[in-house]
């Protein structure tokens, strides 16, 4: 019985760790949706308004990977 639960349990485990390998981060905040956000499509864009405001370094990576635009509110 013990080795019939190991293995979909493996794949569960496994499933859940490589999604979380490819999401955004949880803490993340969402942009706002409007035009300047729509618009932004590098780094540089966003640090035109955002540059005094970021709790982290600039130079961590894609904004617009971590920041997506928040739809529905």
């Given at each position: 019985?013990?080795?019939l ?8 485990l ?20 409007t ?7 590098t ?5 035109e308004?955002?540059r ?10 894609n904004?617009?990977?971590c920041?997506?635009?928040e739809v529905g509110?």
């Amino acid at each position: 019985m013990k080795k019939l639960l190991v293995a979909p349990l493996s794949v569960v485990l496994l499933s859940l760790c490589l999604s979380c390998a490819v999401r955004r981060p949880f803490a993340a905040p969402h942009r706002g949706d409007t035009e300047a956000h729509r618009s932004a499509k590098t780094v540089g864009d966003c640090l035109e308004c955002h540059r005094d405001d970021m709790p982290h370094s600039p130079d961590r990576g894609n904004c617009l990977k971590c920041h997506r635009i928040e739809v529905g509110r």
